[in-house]
């Protein structure tokens, strides 16, 4: 089934049901369509009716996070019957598409009897770079951001682009006339958050302001960002941003 979408789904969802029942019920069965669980054979002289879960969730129910990447409706339902909660990535800026995924996950959360605020059960996720201005951010990280796109422009993951566009991704000379989107075009959208610290706070703060039901996010650096830019970064984030939010 995996060439079969349809299949696909189906066979996920089975998944999914065997997953939670496992994690909810102290032994259980299960007789689907894909999944026979325990199979009908013989077991030390008997036919084996249910199993265990061993070890056993330490906390009950066991949280589960799942990205959000279509925002099917279909994918939205099936995450919400079963206490799923959801992780956005590329920012959250006001308008964007990730916007309408948000309200669309709160009306989703509703429909299955769970009033939240605007941003509950979901994660943000941000790229970011720390430098003393938004201008050196953008400088310095730009590099970085060329390179995930070259990365993960041919696996379909950078919207928008045409097919020329995600060759030229791969070719130096002609990604500089392929109108290729830029890190400050990444910055301007909100998936990205770049300059110094108290810019981020705000940009930040903001986020909060508009999805107050909304706890937590992701920051990420760049894929091929190298390893001491990294720990620089978390370092400068974990110690000039972050308390601002702890306090």
Not at 154 to 163: I, Q, S, W
């Amino acid at each position: 089934p995996l060439l079969d979408g349809d299949a696909n789904r189906e066979m996920f969802e089975e998944q999914l049901d065997i997953i939670f029942k496992s994690f909810n019920e102290s032994s259980f069965s299960h007789h689907g369509k894909y999944y026979d669980i325990p199979p009908k054979v013989p077991y030390r002289g008997y036919e084996l009716e249910e199993i265990t879960l061993v070890p056993r969730p330490l906390k009950r129910p066991v949280e589960c996070w799942q990205p959000i990447v279509s925002a099917s409706e279909r994918g939205l339902n099936l995450m919400a019957k079963y206490g799923i909660k959801g992780m956005i990535g590329g920012g959250a800026a006001a308008g964007g598409a990730a916007e309408k995924v948000i309200h669309a996950w709160q009306q989703v959360q509703a429909n299955h009897g769970r009033e939240m605020e605007l941003g509950g059960d979901l994660i943000i996720g941000f790229s970011y770079h720390i430098a003393d201005t938004e201008e050196k951010a953008i400088e310095e990280a730009s590099r970085y951001f060329e390179e995930h796109m070259k990365m993960f422009a041919p696996l379909g993951f950078v919207r928008g682009l045409t097919d020329e566009q995600i060759a030229a991704t791969a070719d130096p000379q002609r990604a500089r006339t392929a109108g290729l989107p830029t890190l400050r075009d990444a910055v301007e959208a909100g998936s990205w958050l770049c300059g110094p610290p108290e810019l981020i706070i705000e940009k930040l703060m903001d986020v909060q302001k508009r999805y107050p039901g909304l706890d937590q996010v992701t920051v990420n650096n760049a894929v091929g960002t190298p390893e001491h830019v990294i720990l620089e970064q978390l370092d400068r984030f974990a110690k000039e941003v972050m308390p601002t939010f702890k306090n």
